[in-house]
Structure formats: C-alpha cells, structure tokens
C-alpha cells in the first residue's frame, strides 16, 4: 500500500484484514473484518424508520449471492454480510496496522492506519464472529462506530475513558479539524502570511490526530471479548449495568 491510498484489490486482502470503502462521495468511510469466503462482518446503525446519513444496513435487504447475507441477531448492530454489499460498488481499502509515527501524520485524512499492531489473524476472526454473535453495544458515531468495531477486533483495546473520543480516526479527524483551526486563529495576528497560519494549523491537526492514536495513547486496556459486555457498561454477570473504570482496574 502507498503513502497517499491504501487501496487494494480484492485478491489481495486475506482473512483478518480490517477493511473499508468510502461512502457520500468520500464523506465517510465504513469499516469491517473480512473473515474470508467473501464475508465481512461490520458494526452499523440498527435500521429505524428515520432516515439518516449514518451507516444502516437493511434487515429486508436481499443479496443474490448469497442466502445468509445481512445475518444478525436481534437489535444488534453486527452483522455479517457479503463483500459486494459491503462495498455498495465501492473501491476497497486496507487499513494498516503497525505503521511508523512519520507515517501516521503523512497519511492527513484519519481512518486509513494506526501505529497500534494487530494481534494474530485468529483472535482476530474469533472476536468478530465472537461479536456477530453477542453484539457491540449500541451504535455511536463518535465514541462507538464501524471503525472502533473494526479496531476492537484487531488490537482488543478499549478505551477507559467512555466520554471522551472513541478509537475511530474518523472521529479524531472530524473533532480534531475545528480545534486545531480555533486554537490557530489567534496567530493570525503573529504570523506574516495566510500560508503561516494554514501551516500551523495543520500541524496542530496532525499532532491532535496523532495523540489520539490507540497506538500512543494511555488510557487503553487489553479487554477480552468475552468480557467486552461488562466493560462497556452493557450488562454484569447478573444482567444489570456496571461501572466501566472499576471493571477496567480489575482487568489491570
């Protein structure tokens, strides 16, 4: 893959690989696992009568490959579908894993890599099946999206700290363009030239970017996916909710 597109052809993806393709003319991009046979398994909006340009996938949707394309459980957000309705006929990406610091700041737009390293192709799979099966929490586009879903399953860190951020890039850009351009703005006043303040401005995006990387940051946990309910706050071993950090400190 190159610095400026991770783009990839489908011979060469392989089960495991965290995947994704551009939605809304490259508005956004939605992000699953491929586990092989033409299947990926992905986190989405549960479909509800309101119209939104959040990801959904329909339950009445019919694939004419494939019979069980669009399985999931009820009310959950993660479902497993065919390749060709995963891309909607859209170009397919590969997201990196692994990559060096100087890298992750090349690569501008947020979604595409992380300095994180994934963890073997069968822990890999074995969570996101694991997932397809118990479900990811409620869908959120900033703290708990495809691209956290795909993450999870690649690396198993969760975030400690539920109100701030989630793992996704996407979110990290989507935030981290308007402080970096309000935190600038008063050095308008300092520097000689429009070029000067765009420069500093993206630099500061870059580095807010960079410090939100599940790679570099301190605030994540290895949480197994078998405990991944109780750590999200979803339900304890006797069905109630349950407090995310004090989980988390037993997990330490």
Known sequence: MGLLTNRVKRIEIKPGDHIYTYRALFAYSH???????????????????????????????????FPDCGFRQPNSGVVISCLDCFLRNGSLYCFEYGVIPSVFIAKVRGGTCTTATSDPVETVIHRAMYLLQNGFGNYDVFQNNCEDFALYCKTGLLIVDRQGVGRSGQASSVIGAPVAALLSSPLKFLLPSPVGVATVTAGMYCMGRYATDIGVRSDVVKVPVEDLAVNLGWADSEGGTTNVTATVQLIK
């Open 31 to 65: 992000h699953g696992i491929y586990v092989g046979g033409s299947k990926v398994v992905h986190f989405t909006r549960v479909e509800t009568s309101s119209t939104s340009s959040d990801e959904q996938y329909s339950l009445t949707a019919e694939c004419p490959t």
